[in-house]
């Protein structure tokens, strides 16, 4: 089985300080793990994925993500946060065998000028 | 590449009635499809697992009867909301899987807003 835990419901930042987003799994396989973004009344767009090798992910519009092991954690960062930012981010987890993706609750960006 | 469209974008429906939502995978085939549906300032929750040329696999608690599924070919998924009522209402998003690059990454569709009156 697995799950994500998604520390923070809402988190608030200001133009231009750095987004941190967090994101604890479990599973029971070697984990692939996804961030998406979604904008009001829209799907989910891709912004990383780790699935094997480089632990260290970047993704688009400058987001990256590190696959910690021995923490069960692949948090979500951005060195500095732009407007075009706020949206609701979530993570979300699947193992081998294309197993169905597990999404978390998901943490609303908030961004102020 | 991999664009998933849904049509159609938002419906309005009356209490009673049947509601088609269409799910295609635009430039590349998918043999598995995912319907999922979002309450407001929630998370997704995924309904069923649709497959080609084969039955759907519904999640736990999710009525068959009520919410329709059918991969008619490898680009096509449909979920049918039939006799909908108010608390259908909600946020349907599907998502495909383009097996041919051997990726574990799920692509979405817009999303398909349903209002029943």
């Known amino acids: 089985a697995q799950s994500v835990t998604q520390l923070g419901s809402h988190v608030s930042v200001s133009e231009g300080a750095l987004v941190l987003l967090r994101c604890n799994y479990s599973s029971s396989v070697p984990p692939y793990l996804f961030w998406y973004v979604q904008y009001p009344n829209q799907g989910l767009q891709l912004l990383l994925k780790y699935t094997t090798g480089a632990t260290l992910v970047k993704g688009i519009n400058g987001f990256e993500a590190e696959f910690k092991k021995s923490e069960t954690s692949f948090h979500l960062t951005k060195p500095s946060a732009h407007m075009s930012d706020a949206a609701e981010y979530f993570c979300a987890v699947t193992g081998t065998g294309f197993q169905k993706l597990v999404f978390g609750t998901g943490t609303r960006l908030l961004v102020s000028p | 590449g991999a664009v998933v469209s849904q049509h159609p974008s938002w419906v309005i429906c009356k209490s009673g009635t049947s509601v088609k939502i269409e799910c295609r995978s635009l430039d590349f085939q998918a043999t598995t499809m995912f319907w999922y549906r979002q309450f407001p300032k929630q998370s997704l929750m995924l309904m069923a697992t649709?497959?080609?040329?084969?039955?759907?696999?519904?999640e736990q608690g999710v009525e068959k009867d009520k919410f329709l599924i059918n991969h008619a070919s490898l680009t096509l998924s449909t979920l049918t909301v039939t006799s909908a009522h108010p608390e259908d209402s909600s946020f349907y998003i599907c998502?495909?899987?383009?097996?041919?690059?051997?990726?574990?990454?799920?692509?979405f569709g817009p999303g398909t807003r349903l209002t029943v009156t």
């Open positions: 649709s497959n080609e040329g084969s039955k759907a696999t519904y």
């Open positions: 998502s495909a899987r383009d097996e041919s690059r051997y990726s574990y990454e799920q692509y």
